[in-house]
């Protein structure tokens, strides 16, 4: 089971950026998938979360700039950056409450992705 993450890069102030990721393998059920980030020297914090019948939550940073979407079909997650500043700059990190199916019945797994880089320059 894995998250893989795409969709970081270089980008100006006041440009925009979209991240996907999305869930693969033994996968029987997906629940909350969302976006975390950390910069350097900080903790890792809530950018974005989605839930399952869609009801969303951002960090109180977003206002309003970024949008998380998922599909359900595809176990996919997608943040859509926008008029992003020189404080977002961070490594950006997937996240999904699973259900994954073992070799003997399923257990939950709380899932990162491997974490894509987003810098933005002033």
């Known amino acids: 089971v894995q998250l893989q993450a795409s969709g970081g890069g270089l980008v100006q102030a006041g440009g925009s950026l979209r991240l996907s990721c999305e869930a693969s393998?033994?996968?029987?059920?997906?629940?909350?998938m969302g976006w975390y980030r950390q910069a350097p020297g900080k903790e890792r914090e809530l950018v974005a979360k989605?839930?399952?019948?869609?009801?969303?939550n951002y960090g109180h940073f977003v206002a309003g700039r970024f949008t998380v979407s998922r599909d359900n079909a595809k176990n996919t997650v997608s943040l859509q950056m926008n008029n992003l500043e020189p404080d977002d700059t961070a490594v950006y990190y997937c996240?999904?409450?699973?259900?994954?199916?073992?070799?003997?019945?399923?257990?939950?797994?709380?899932?990162w992705g491997q974490g894509t880089l987003v810098t933005v320059s002033s």
């Open positions: 393998g033994s996968i029987v059920f997906v629940d909350d």
């Open positions: 996240n999904a409450a699973l259900v994954i199916r073992q070799a003997v019945g399923v257990r939950q797994s709380d899932q």
């Open positions: 989605i839930t399952l019948s869609g009801r969303t």
